[in-house]
T-cell receptor, first 115, second 114 residues
Framework: AQKITQTQPGMFVQEKEAVTLDCTYDTSDPSYGLFWYKQPSSGEMIFLIYQGSYDQQNATEGRYSLNFQKARKSANLVISASQLGDSAMYFCAMRENQAGTALIFGKGTTLSVSS | KAGVTQTPRYLIKTRGQQVTLSCSPISGHRSVSWYQQTPGQGLQFLFEYFSETQRNKGNFPGRFSGRQFSNSRSEMNVSTLELGDSALYLC?????????????FGPGTRLTVT
């Protein structure tokens, strides 16, 4: 079974609109972390946001917020006020405490922002 | 603070050859992880080094190996290259401990095997 599932291969949004990228995960480890990365066409992976399994509040970093619903095993990324520069591939990833630092990635969602 | 650097950025090799890729982590980071990214398999964890020791290993054949030096720089080696090894190889460094969990990635090395 896939540990990280991103069901949206592509998303389209207009500038200044908000967009939600879906991510569900599967783990039996009670201690884990969830990450979102952005990968522009240049290939570099850019860290966006992190949520720990024991964090009580949803993580936020500027225009990025993580909608963490632990019971549903969901960790959706919300980008507010989209910008043209947000067009990229977005990956959800999980780190299980028992697996050390290894990140398990989803297949990614391509976000296209238009003017 | 300088980011993670990887050299070379692009590489073309022939089947059967071997290749060595290099990764210099962010200053002060002692953990270096390697990932392979292909269109078919996506991003897959190769291995992680911490203080010159391999701490974790993904599900890759023994042709893939790595090492870490005392200055935390890391190299990965792929021997007897196959066409399927064509990929973007990313390394990531992290500052273990002190509640820091983020992994910062380098720009990657794009390997093409012909």
């Amino acid at each position: 079974a896939q540990k990280i599932t991103q069901t949206q291969p592509g998303m389209f949004v207009q500038e200044k609109e908000a967009v939600t990228l879906d991510c569900t995960y599967d783990t039996s480890d009670p201690s884990y972390g969830l990450f979102w990365y952005k990968q522009p066409s240049s290939g570099e992976m850019i860290f966006l946001i992190y949520q720990g399994s024991y964090d009580q509040q949803n993580a936020t970093e500027g225009r990025y917020s993580l909608n963490f619903q632990k019971a549903r095993k969901s960790a959706n990324l919300v980008i507010s006020a989209s910008q043209l520069g947000d067009s990229a591939m977005y990956f959800c990833a999980m780190r299980e405490n028992q697996a050390g630092t290894a990140l398990i990635f989803g297949k990614g969602t391509t976000l296209s922002v238009s003017s | 603070k300088a980011g993670v650097t990887q050299t070379p950025r692009y590489l073309i090799k022939t089947r059967g050859q071997q290749v060595t890729l290099s990764c210099s982590p962010i200053s002060g980071h002692r953990s270096v992880s390697w990932y392979q990214q292909t269109p078919g398999q996506g991003l897959q964890f190769l291995f992680e080094y911490f203080s010159e020791t391999q701490r974790n290993k993904g599900n890759f054949p023994g042709r893939f190996s790595g090492r870490q030096f005392s200055n935390s720089r890391s190299e990965m080696n792929v021997s007897t290259l196959e066409l399927g090894d064509s990929a973007l190889y990313l390394c990531a460094s992290s500052l273990e401990g002190a509640g820091s969990y983020e992994q910062y990635f380098g720009p990657g090395t794009r390997l093409t095997v012909t």
